[in-house]
């Protein structure tokens, strides 16, 4: 008498080693993503970037909102992730969908990050938004609006109002904790 797996046994073993290792390439993969995710706030900003990357924002937005520590714009300036990473190549520009990108301080442990929510606001699937940090070390991000003589025209003259134009000129402070972060305090002129 042979003693031998049969023909259905050895179909139900590889159809079970196929499940098995089809489950940890999913792993790998989620590790591997969560990885190259958190690879720019690793790698610190540039002050410059920065600046770039908000008044990108800004020029590109329709309605400002400023309330509690979150800046919110709503416009026509989306970014994929690539232009955000620095992977971007000139010949495949940022796309001109509508957006709501939101900048706000996220406190962790001892530590305040700044990070860019965007919302696709054309699309309908649960996977219409995607946030990045930017830089650590922050402790908060104001938007000033300044008038023509360079003169600010005070805090509260545009914290916490809700949906107005984008004015042409504007002093973004991004206050850093202690010496751990990026102190920016600059009129950034839009138009």
């Known amino acids: ?11 139900l073993a590889t159809a079970l080693a196929v499940v098995l290792m089809a489950g940890s390439l999913r792993v790998v ?8 995710q958190d690879q720019p706030a690793l790698r ?11 008044r990108w924002d ?11 520590g ?7 300036g989306c970014l994929d992730r690539a232009h955000f990473e620095g992977r971007d190549r000139p010949d495949q520009p940022a796309t001109h969908q509508p957006v709501r990108v939101e900048y706000f301080v996220w406190p962790q442990g001892e530590r305040g990050w700044l990070v860019r929510r965007q919302v696709h606001l054309n699309e309908l699937t649960n996977r219409n938004s995607w946030s ?8 908060g991000i104001e938007l000033w609006p300044v008038d023509v003589a360079g003169l600010g ?15 042409d000129r504007l002093r973004l402070v991004v206050r850093s904790e202690g010496d751990a972060g ?3 305090d600059q009129v950034v002129v839009l138009r």
């Open 1 to 11: 008498m042979n003693r031998a797996f049969t023909t259905v046994e050895l179909l």
């Open 29 to 36: 993969a989620s590790i591997r993503a969560d990885l190259l």
């Open 44 to 54: 610190g900003v540039n002050p410059g970037r920065l600046i770039d990357l908000i």
């Open 58 to 68: 800004l020029t590109h937005a329709k309605l400002l909102s400023q309330r509690n």
């Open 70 to 76: 979150k800046i919110t714009l709503t416009g026509y």
């Open 132 to 139: 990045e940090l930017v830089c650590g070390g922050v402790a």
């Open 153 to 167: 025209l005070g805090r509260a003259a545009l914290l916490g109002i809700e949906d107005t134009g984008v004015p």
């Open 182 to 184: 990026v102190d920016v």
